[in-house]
């Protein structure tokens, strides 16, 4: 899991904690130096870095006829510049990394949510959401190139009670080690875990 000073210092500050922890999750990596190149469908086998230096040495390399990704969010490597000479070692620093990666997936949301007409409702930001991690993933959304395609601009509405509930759910559940007494307890004391007033559309 990110460090919560990681995020609250690096990652964009359009994305709330929440969602940029379930990116990463999502499509990053543990290693900071890691880089991950595909021919393709192919994945290419390159020796892994051990220093900040190596890894952009193996970008460097593999920029050009392969998609290259790296660092904490795997980052397509090469987008933008014009020579693989261009490309800097702060690519696999984990600030600039975060800062970088979850700029580009901010605009892709939106990019996704425009398309989506720009909903309100908090049932469809996951959907939209997915979207947007599957667009990462191959580069594009509907045909087009999302890391080269222009920002639409705006803020996406980060509907976060299906991510946050589920987070509250598992941390509660990790708290419980022990319940005290169970034979004893009466089935009617037990108190309400989850909350299921906005079940049907009720508020």
């Known amino acids: 899991m990110l460090d919560a000073a990681l995020i ?3 990652a ?3 994305l709330k904690p929440a969602i940029v922890e379930q990116f990463v999750q999502a499509v990053g ?3 900071p130096l890691a880089v991950v190149v595909k021919s393709g469908s192919r994945l290419i086998l390159v020796p892994k870095a051990k220093t900040p230096e190596e890894a952009i040495d193996i970008v460097r390399d593999n920029t050009g006829g392969s998609v290259v990704r790296v660092g904490l969010n795997q980052i397509p490597a090469g987008i933008g510049l014009k020579d693989a000479s261009e490309l800097k070692v702060d690519l696999v ?3 600039a990394n975060l800062r ?3 700029a580009m997936f901010a605009k892709i949301l939106r990019i996704v949510a425009k398309w989506y007409g720009n909903p309100t409702s908090e049932e469809v930001f996951p959907q939209l959401f997915d979207d947007a991690i599957h667009a990462w993933r191959t580069g594009k959304f509907e045909g087009e190139s999302v890391f ?4 639409p601009g705006g803020a996406v509405l980060q509907q976060l009670s299906v991510f946050e509930r589920d987070a509250a759910i598992h941390k509660e559940e990790d708290e419980i080690v022990e319940v005290p007494d169970q ?3 009466k089935p009617n004391d037990a108190g309400i875990r ?3 007033t906005r079940i049907g559309g009720q508020k």
């Open 8 to 10: 609250k210092e690096c």
């Open 12 to 14: 964009d500050p359009s």
């Open 29 to 31: 990596s543990d290693d």
């Open 93 to 95: 620093d984990p600030c």
């Open 100 to 102: 970088m990666g979850t």
């Open 148 to 151: 080269q395609a222009e920002d």
């Open 183 to 185: 034979a004893h307890a």
């Open 194 to 196: 989850i909350d299921l």
